[in-house]
């Protein structure tokens, strides 16, 4: 295993935008290391997304570089696709996922990298499954599991790709309180018991990233900004990303972060319990 804090991933001085369309970042510089659960945070619109379908080689920036352990994810001596999925594994918003495929067989595709079927691959199907805890479901039609099911089916799935590094767009968007929890206990879990060197997770969902992560990127206008919670609590940064302009004066209500809570409550309530 890579040395806790050891960079996995190294992204510099990053434009990024889509096609014609005006950058959504500017010089932004970001990391995943090695042995932490990495929340990317903001705003809705704010470059999340964007920035983890660039450090997973996905997305071209359009100036500046992304390696994985020294070696470009871009350009001529870039590492071809099999070799960057055997390293890193992505779990996108709107990953699409036959209804009539049963839960092993939809599995079983994150083993296409390696290009074979074989006693090997059976076993490491099983070994995810049971990681993930839905081998009770593996003879289930995709179709017919829960949302929180679902999610789990597709960690397994990227488990499946025996990566270093797991990378997930929105994973707990459509999931109830209880089951984001356990989802974020799950991916928090597989970096703690060394299945996996990093997870990096991009949420809007700021109560969770308050409360699961190791370290956070803040994306927000343009840029993006490292820390903990606690720092980027403390000199407001965090608060105002999500908060944007006051609403006093246009006839809302203001709001303010509870950071306890990781929500955002009506001015004057956020310490009541």
């Keep these: 295993m890579t040395e806790r804090g050891t960079p996995l991933i190294s992204a510099r001085d990053l434009h990024l935008g889509y096609r014609s369309s005006p950058e959504v970042l500017r010089d932004a510089n970001a990391e995943v290391r090695a042995g932490e659960l990495l929340c990317i945070i903001g705003p809705n619109g704010g470059g999340k997304t964007t920035l983890v379908r660039s450090l997973a080689g996905l997305l071209p920036p359009r100036h500046g570089t992304v390696e994985l352990a020294g070696v470009s994810l871009y350009g001529r001596r870039a590492l071809d696709r099999r070799q960057r999925a055997q390293t890193i594994a992505v779990v996108l918003?709107?990953?699409?996922?036959?209804?009539?495929?049963?839960?092993?067989?939809?599995?079983?595709?994150?083993?296409?990298?390696?290009?074979?079927?074989?006693?090997?691959?059976?076993?490491?199907?099983?070994?995810?499954?049971?990681?993930?805890?839905?081998?009770?479901?593996?003879?289930?039609?995709?179709?017919?599991l829960s949302d929180g099911e679902r999610q789990r089916v597709m960690v397994a799935r990227a488990l499946a790709q025996e990566p270093k590094i797991l990378l997930l767009d929105e994973p707990a968007v459509?999931?109830?309180?209880?089951?984001?929890?356990?989802?974020?206990?799950?991916?928090?879990?597989?970096?703690?018991?060394?299945?996996?060197?990093?997870?990096?997770?991009?949420?809007?969902?700021?109560?969770?990233?308050?409360?699961?992560?190791?370290?956070?990127?803040?994306?927000?206008?343009?840029?993006?900004?490292?820390?903990?919670?606690?720092?980027?609590?403390?000199?407001?940064?965090?608060?105002?990303?999500?908060?944007?302009?006051?609403?006093?004066?246009?006839?809302?209500?203001?709001?303010?972060?509870?950071?306890?809570?990781?929500?955002?409550?009506?001015?004057?309530?956020?310490?009541?319990?």
């Design 93 to 144: 918003t709107h990953t699409v996922a036959p209804a009539y495929l049963r839960v092993h067989e939809l599995v079983e595709l994150g083993r296409l990298p390696y290009r074979r079927m074989r006693h090997t691959d059976v076993q490491v199907v099983s070994r995810v499954l049971a990681q993930s805890g839905i081998t009770q479901l593996a003879d289930r039609p995709v179709g017919e």
């Design 174 to 273: 459509h999931l109830d309180p209880p089951h984001q929890s356990e989802l974020f206990l799950l991916l928090g879990g597989l970096v703690r018991e060394g299945i996996i060197e990093s997870v990096a997770i991009a949420t809007h969902l700021l109560h969770l990233a308050l409360h699961f992560s190791d370290r956070i990127l803040l994306v927000a206008d343009g840029g993006v900004v490292p820390g903990n919670a606690s720092e980027l609590l403390a000199d407001g940064r965090l608060e105002a990303a999500f908060a944007g302009p006051s609403p006093a004066g246009n006839g809302t209500i203001p709001l303010v972060l509870d950071a306890d809570r990781g929500w955002f409550l009506p001015a004057g309530s956020a310490q009541k319990r």
